[in-house]
């Protein structure tokens, strides 16, 4: 693939984060940056971006601690002209990530989510809420950098 210029156009990077180690999540995404250059985005992931703040929130943070880390994660989403979702972990619920695509679909911020063999891709609401569903991380980044709906 081409190297392409990156552009002013912001993909806020969603995935799953609660209960798994966080340095590996952190991790994983640089592996995904170089997708993400390569088809002229530039990535927010809130993960790092909270991780870079100073967010820490566990399962036992007091609720404000939890909104304050909610709330910045909504304004980075706010500021994105796509969502590259990856929901590809089988029996895991996503609360966040489908919280996240619903505040997307609310602000006409089109998302793109890979599904994987997780059968995420059979959730009604899922396929209401995403503009694609896709297979993997890799094909959502594609389909976000030129974004319209995937039959």
């Known amino acids: 693939m081409a190297h392409v210029e990156r552009s002013d156009r912001r993909a806020y990077f969603a995935r799953a984060v609660e209960g798994l180690d966080r340095d590996a999540v952190i991790s994983e995404s640089a592996v995904y940056q170089l997708a993400f250059e390569a088809h002229g985005l530039n990535v927010v992931d809130p993960i790092l971006l909270a991780h870079e703040s100073g967010f820490q929130p566990g399962p036992s943070a007091p609720v404000s601690a939890v909104r304050e880390l909610v709330e910045f994660e909504l304004g980075l989403l706010r500021s994105c002209q796509v969502v590259v979702c990856d ?65």
């Open 87 to 151: 929901m590809t972990i089988p029996d895991r619920n996503y609360v966040g990530c489908i919280s996240e695509l619903t505040y997307a679909k609310m602000w006409s911020i089109p998302s793109y989510v890979a599904t994987g063999r997780s059968g995420n891709e059979k959730r009604l609401w899922l396929r209401y809420l995403a503009a694609g569903l896709v297979d993997s991380v890799t094909e959502a980044i594609a389909h976000a950098a030129t974004p319209s709906p995937i039959a």
